[in-house]
């Protein structure tokens, strides 16, 4: 059903995965809203950025198979995940430090349960007792609903729960660094509960890692884009809304009135818009305390026919000095990108935040040619991406805003709205869905 076009008056702040999902949900329920976004490219945080002609992104990014809404909204505008991701089972594996842990293929006679434990029983690299603790924990979790009685940081509930050694330093740790963007001494431990209990607790595929085949533009905002566009609804890049003036029951962006906006931006964003407000004092507040964690993503360049033995490695290893935490092969992912290495380093106390580009490139070249184990040329080219607001650091009892706002019309999208989760992919679209689901529901009672 088409909606009269007063009623489709909606805008969408931002064409990030949380905006482009809202708009693209606004489409199939037959409203036309009109997309903002202020860069020249769309995908926000999770886009494709060419670097010597070659198809990279902002940020080497993974998903995983507990990303339903993801992979739900992919497929409605025709992104097929089967070909766009290489799926394969959690492996977590530092090479270096001689530790492996990995679930068996899903779908085998042993179920989910058993899997779980004999991928911690057969890890290797740890010894038994830290092996047990680890299935205990989960268990623990799991008589508890994967509820705690009060949050508190990854690194004491792991202390309370026995998790130490070398399950710890290569499993543990890495676990909550990689899901909330943030170490364990300041991460919330029941955001981490609440990620365990969608992967380890739901269908074996949901602990999937879905890596990307293609560049993160590809993978959903382009044909996202194209979905906006064949249903009516219209995309304006470089349209930086600077002000949003509440009129009436109508909410104005320079001189257009919408009846609803989703304000789909980054916090730091939103609280620039918001701030002058009144109505929105409590959201504003809220956002005022955010602080946020970088992800640092470095791109070397090497003959084509070197790569690594797997798509992904962990450098995690007990070497001084040593920074590197994530490889991946990029021309195993996609054969456009062969030789090109993608490093991933997330905040951690390993300081690799204070090096310059070229000494954070040769460092970690370094580090390539021990896990490797042979000398390697100097590659052709590196680059380095830092990005200091990559996340919101999800830190214990975070608050998150509401995301209908006391502002008439005017509801709140993006990955710091989902509360469930830790600023994620998954939580950005979520949030985006939702958002959409209440705009289509006011607007047809309207
Ligand atoms: C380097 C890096 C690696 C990451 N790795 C992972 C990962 O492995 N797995 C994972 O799930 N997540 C990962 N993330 C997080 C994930 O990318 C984000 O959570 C997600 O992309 C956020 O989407 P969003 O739509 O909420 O916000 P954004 O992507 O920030 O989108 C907001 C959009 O709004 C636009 N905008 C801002 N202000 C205005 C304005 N005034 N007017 C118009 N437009 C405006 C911006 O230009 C932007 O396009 C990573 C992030 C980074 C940076």
Known sequence: ?????????????????AGLAAAVELCAAGMRPVVFEAAKQIGGRARRVEFHGHPLDNGQHILAGAYHETLRVMKRVGADPERLFHRFPLEIEHALAGFRLALPESGNIFGKTLNLASAFFMAQGAPFD???????????????????????????????????GKMRRYFWDPICLSALNTPPEKASAQILANVLRDTLDGAQSDTDFLLPATDMSALFPDAAAAFIDANGGELRVQRRVGALRPEANEIFIDEEAFGHVILAVAPQHALTLLESHAEARATVEILSTYAFETIGTVYAAYPEEIDLPARMRGMECDAPGSIGQWVFD????????????????????????????????????????????????????????????????????LQRPAAETPIAGLQLAGDYVYADYPATIESAVRSGVAAAARVVEKARAQ
């Open 330 to 397: 990029r021309g195993r992912l996609d054969e456009r990108n062969r030789g090109i290495f993608s490093f991933v380093l997330s905040s951690s106390a390993n300081g690799w935040e204070e090096y310059d580009d070229d000494a954070l490139a040769s460092r970690l070249h370094r580090e390539l040619e021990t896990l490797l184990k042979c000398s390697l040329p100097a590659p052709r080219w590196t680059r380095v991406v830092r990005d200091r607001r990559a996340t919101l650091s999800c830190r214990p009892k």
């Open 1 to 17: 059903m088409r909606l009269a076009p007063r009623n489709a008056r909606i805008a969408v702040v931002g064409a990030g995965w």
């Open 130 to 164: 830290e092996k047990i603790a680890g299935a205990r924990f989960v268990q623990s979790l799991k008589r508890r609903g994967f509820r705690l009685s009060e949050d508190c940081a990854a690194s004491e509930l792991y202390d309370r729960s026995g998790l130490r």
